[in-house]
């Protein structure tokens, strides 16, 4: 019998059922705009080697195909949705809107930017385009400017697919990114989710101009239960209107807003706890049993029941319906727990129930992770963690399997 090559039907009920469809983005030029001066505000802790992140995404794609997950990747499903005349459109006008091109600068980047096919334009929408590209333009914001300067931003933590949107069920959760540096890289997900022949005509919820909510911070933990961090980057607002969306439409039955410390090391809730299991976690242990939730279920009239806080595993379990969500012992000293932590040791990727992709690096962590019965698929990110993101954050799940 011929393979059956008919893509799996978009929807995420879970953390950890079997995965058939992810979306990546594999680090390109954006990475090679990264300097000295300016890998803060775009939110590198470093500069990658940029070949060598594009042998270690390679290896990390190989790695989830060899086990059956279609890969695809945002700058293709950019490129193709830009054939669309109606998107490409829509594409310029989210790009040059706003109060700092200036007229004269706006309208001569029309012009630039009319000549380039789709996957050129979506190259320059991802890696952005610098004042020494572009030709004379009569513009005062570029006589002022550098020859690095950029009038189209570069988005180096693309990388990151899992923040710019998030499935909930069998919809694309649109989000809306709270650093400037990212905040760009949300028209590109609306975009693909709103045109492309694959996604067009499925409903988006959220939006890039709502309140601020990051896919980071978005764990599936069961079908209809959401566990939603709430720091840096997630705020109580966008945790509230997130979950009044997926009430309304029957998509969950309760929410679990999970504040978490205000720092870089856990700007979203995945950096320190990601599922490994139906009913298991592994969870950074030096914030393990401090970590508190405060449960969001719908009431009458479209309004939110608020319940006390609780420990989270408690209120995960409750709402999961098990007795207990396990914490899987990582057993590391605190040094060693904050070294593998900041290397997104607790930043897995499930692609199925006790299968989880992991960074080698955290030797100690995934010597753990297999001690508790998970199968981890070790791959290198010497240089695709100096942005801060591992193997869960690295990677958007579209459809994976009921469980
Ligand atoms: N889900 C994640 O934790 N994503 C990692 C995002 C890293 C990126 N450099 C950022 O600061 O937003």
Same mark, same amino acid.
Request: contains cysteine; glycine residues 8%; proline residues 6%.
């Given at each position: 019998?011929?393979?059956?090559?008919?893509?799996?039907?978009?929807?995420?009920? $879970?953390? +950890?059922?079997?995965?058939?469809?992810?979306?990546?983005?594999?680090?390109?030029?954006?990475?090679?705009?990264?300097?000295?001066?300016?890998?803060?505000? *775009?939110?590198?802790?470093?500069?990658?080697?940029?070949?060598?992140?594009? !042998?270690?995404? !390679?290896?990390?794609?190989?790695?989830?195909?060899?086990?059956? +997950?279609?890969?695809?990747?945002?700058?293709?499903?950019?490129?193709?949705?830009?054939?669309?005349?109606?998107?490409?459109? %829509?594409?310029?006008?989210?790009?040059?809107?706003?109060?700092?091109?200036?007229?004269? =600068?706006?309208?001569?980047?029309?012009?630039?930017?009319?000549?380039? !096919?789709?996957?050129?334009?979506?190259?320059?929408?991802?890696?952005?385009?610098?004042?020494?590209?572009?030709?004379?333009?009569?513009?005062? +914001?570029?006589?002022? @400017?550098?020859?690095?300067?950029?009038?189209? %931003?570069? *988005?180096?933590?693309?990388?990151?697919?899992?923040? @710019? $949107?998030?499935?909930?069920?069998?919809?694309?959760?649109?989000? $809306?990114?709270?650093?400037?540096?990212?905040?760009? %890289?949300?028209? =590109?997900?609306?975009?693909?989710?709103?045109?492309?022949?694959?996604?067009?005509?499925?409903?988006?919820?959220?939006?890039?101009? /709502?309140?601020? =909510?990051?896919?980071?911070?978005?764990?599936?933990?069961?079908?209809?239960?959401?566990?939603?961090?709430?720091?840096?980057?997630?705020?109580?607002?966008?945790?509230?209107?997130?979950?009044? @969306?997926?009430?309304?439409?029957?998509?969950?039955?309760?929410?679990?807003?999970?504040?978490?410390?205000?720092?870089?090391?856990?700007?979203?809730?995945?950096?320190?706890?990601?599922?490994?299991?139906?009913?298991?976690?592994?969870?950074?242990?030096? +914030?393990?049993?401090?970590?508190?939730?405060?449960?969001?279920?719908?009431?009458?009239?479209?309004?939110?029941? &608020? @319940?006390?806080?609780?420990?989270?595993?408690?209120?995960?379990?409750?709402?999961?319906?098990?007795?207990?969500?396990?914490? &899987?012992?990582?057993?590391?000293?605190?040094?060693?727990?904050?070294?593998?932590?900041?290397?997104?040791?607790?930043?897995?990727?499930?692609?199925?129930?006790?299968?989880?992709?992991?960074?080698?690096?955290?030797?100690?962590?995934?010597?753990?992770?297999?001690?508790?019965? &998970?199968?981890? &698929?070790?791959?290198?990110?010497?240089?695709?963690? $100096?942005?801060?993101?591992?193997?869960?954050?690295?990677?958007?799940?579209?459809? /994976? !399997?009921?469980?």
């Amino acid at each position: 019998m011929p393979e059956d090559t008919t893509p799996a039907a978009p929807g995420v009920a $879970s953390e +950890v059922g079997r995965l058939r469809t992810v979306m990546l983005h594999r680090p390109g030029n954006e990475l090679r705009r990264l300097t000295p001066r300016n890998n803060d505000v *775009l939110l590198f802790d470093g500069l990658p080697w940029v070949d060598r992140a594009q !042998d270690e995404h !390679d290896a990390f794609a190989a790695a989830l195909r060899t086990h059956g +997950v279609e890969v695809l990747y945002l700058t293709e499903l950019l490129a193709e949705t830009l054939a669309d005349p109606a998107a490409r459109a %829509e594409a310029m006008d989210r790009t040059l809107t706003g109060i700092r091109l200036g007229d004269s =600068l706006r309208a001569y980047l029309e012009g630039f930017l009319a000549d380039h !096919d789709p996957a050129q334009l979506a190259e320059v929408l991802t890696a952005g385009l610098a004042v020494a590209e572009i030709g004379r333009t009569k513009s005062l +914001v570029t006589a002022l @400017s550098g020859p690095e300067d950029f009038v189209i %931003e570069p *988005l180096p933590n693309l990388l990151f697919t899992r923040d @710019s $949107s998030v499935w909930v069920q069998d919809r694309p959760v649109v989000t $809306s990114l709270a650093m400037p540096a990212r905040r760009r %890289e949300t028209q =590109l997900t609306d975009l693909v989710y709103g045109f492309h022949p694959r996604f067009g005509g499925t409903e988006r919820l959220h939006g890039p101009d /709502r309140e601020f =909510l990051e896919g980071g911070d978005v764990l599936a933990l069961a079908d209809g239960v959401l566990a939603v961090g709430v720091g840096e980057r997630t705020r109580p607002a966008g945790v509230e209107r997130l979950a009044r @969306s997926v009430f309304e439409r029957g998509l969950a039955r309760t929410v679990l807003a999970v504040p978490i410390d205000q720092d870089r090391a856990t700007m979203h809730l995945d950096t320190i706890c990601t599922m490994v299991d139906v009913d298991a976690v592994v969870m950074y242990p030096n +914030v393990a049993h401090r970590l508190a939730a405060v449960a969001v279920r719908p009431g009458a009239d479209g309004e939110l029941l &608020i @319940s006390e806080t609780a420990p989270f595993v408690v209120a995960a379990a409750e709402a999961m319906g098990i007795d207990e969500l396990r914490v &899987i012992d990582t057993g590391l000293d605190p040094i060693t727990a904050e070294r593998e932590q900041w290397d997104d040791g607790n930043n897995t990727l499930a692609i199925g129930p006790k299968l989880a992709v992991a960074y080698e690096r955290n030797v100690e962590t995934n010597s753990r992770l297999e001690a508790a019965g &998970i199968e981890v &698929i070790r791959i290198a990110g010497s240089e695709l963690g $100096s942005g801060r993101g591992g193997p869960r954050c690295m990677s958007c799940p579209i459809s /994976r !399997d009921a469980l």
